[in-house]
C-alpha cells in the first residue's frame, strides 16, 4: 500500500498544532489504557499450504478517534510468521504474511472507509468500520511445498496502530503516549502438517 502523500502547508501546521495540543494534555481527560485481546489464531491446512485468520477486539480510545474525525487515517499492522523450532539452532522461518488495514474518517459523506490493498468499503458508523479492522481473514502464511508432512510447526503473529505510517510531526507527539501504544501478541499456535487427500476421480 501507498504512503500518504505530504499534507498541504495548511494542514500540515493544524497537524502540528493537533499534535502540540496533545503533548500539552488537552486530551488527558479521555486518557486511559489502550488494550487489545487477541484472540486465538484460526488455521486452516489446504492443499496448496497453510492459512491463517486473526481476530482482535478492542475499543478505540478517544485520543484516536479525535484524531480519526479530525482527518487523520489510521493504520493497522497484523503479522503473522511459521516457524519449525530447532533445538540446536535459531528457528527456522517457513513462511509469513503481513496486511496492512487503513481506517479513515470522510467528513463529507459521513462515512468510515477501510482500505485493505486495492479493496475499499464504506461504513455508516465507526464500530461497523471497526469490526474489518479487527479481523485479518484466511491469509496464506507458508506453502505447501515449504512444508514437511508429519512435521510440527509454531505460528506467532502481532497487531499493532502502524504508528510510522502518521504524519511525521505527529508520530513525535504521539509516540509516547499510551493511548497509542495499541498493540498485542497473538497466542502461539502450533500444528503438524498434514496437507488434506487430493479428492480428484482417478482418470
Do not use: C
Not at 499534535?19 to 486465538?40: C, K
Not at 513462511?95 to 481506517?103: I, Y
Not at 512444508?147 to 506467532?156: A, D, I, N, R, T
Not at 508520530?171 to 499456535?189: E, G, H, T, Y
Amino acid at each position: 500500500m501507498s504512503r500518504p502523500q505530504a499534507p498541504d502547508p495548511i494542514r500540515r501546521r493544524g497537524l502540528i498544532a493537533f499534535g502540540l495540543a496533545l503533548t500539552a494534555g488537552i486530551w488527558a481527560d479521555h486518557a486511559r489504557a489502550a488494550t487489545v485481546d487477541a484472540q486465538p489464531l484460526s488455521l486452516d491446512q489446504e492443499a496448496d499450504g497453510l492459512y491463517a485468520s486473526a481476530t482482535v477486539v478492542f475499543a478505540l480510545p478517544r485520543a484516536l478517534e479525535d484524531a480519526l474525525h479530525r482527518g487523520i487515517p489510521l493504520y493497522f499492522l497484523t503479522r503473522i510468521e511459521v516457524v519449525r523450532g530447532r533445538w540446536w539452532w535459531f528457528d527456522e522461518k517457513i513462511g509469513s504474511a503481513q496486511v496492512l488495514t487503513r481506517l479513515a474518517y470522510q467528513p463529507l459523506l459521513e462515512k468510515y472507509r477501510v482500505s485493505t490493498g486495492a479493496l475499499q468499503k464504506n461504513y455508516n458508523s465507526l464500530d461497523e468500520a471497526l469490526s474489518q479492522v479487527q479481523h485479518a481473514l484466511h491469509l496464506k502464511v507458508a506453502d505447501a511445498k515449504d512444508l514437511v508432512v508429519g512435521q510440527s510447526y509454531s505460528v506467532y503473529a502481532s497487531f499493532e496502530l502502524d504508528l510510522s505510517q502518521l504524519p511525521r510531526p505527529f508520530q513525535i507527539n504521539v509516540s509516547s503516549q499510551a493511548d497509542w501504544q495499541l498493540q498485542a501478541d497473538f497466542p502461539r499456535a502450533n500444528f503438524t502438517w498434514k496437507p488434506p487427500q487430493s479428492t480428484a476421480s482417478p482418470g
